[in-house]
């Protein structure tokens, strides 16, 4: 699947605010942080959009989907090397 350069230059500013937010060596505390805010802001959107209690389920099989749709897909590589190496 081909991603719009626009979609991945907004993923590739998340990334960076998450890079800065771990420069201490919390990536774990930076990951479970940006996996948390992605939650609120899909939920915020949700309900923001008119989202009801009767879509909630259908809600929350897509955003779930969704999530481990990104996950595999680059832990695959599909989008790119997820470490970039240095260049030699």
């Keep these: 699947m081909a991603y719009p350069p626009e979609f991945l ?3 590739d500013q998340f990334i960076d605010l998450a890079n800065q937010l771990s420069a201490d060596g919390k990536t774990g505390e930076a990951s479970a942080a940006i996996l948390f805010a992605a ?7 949700f309900i923001a ?7 909630r389920g259908k809600a929350v099989e897509f955003y779930v989907s ?3 749709k990104a996950l595999v ?3 695959d590589g599909v989008v790119g ?8």
């Design 73 to 75: 897909s680059n832990l």
């Design 81 to 88: 090397p997820v470490i970039k190496k240095a260049e030699e």
């Design 66 to 68: 969704e999530y481990r």
């Design 39 to 45: 939650g609120r802001y899909n939920a915020f959107n």
């Design 49 to 55: 959009t008119g989202g009801t209690q009767q879509d």
């Design 9 to 11: 230059k907004l993923v």
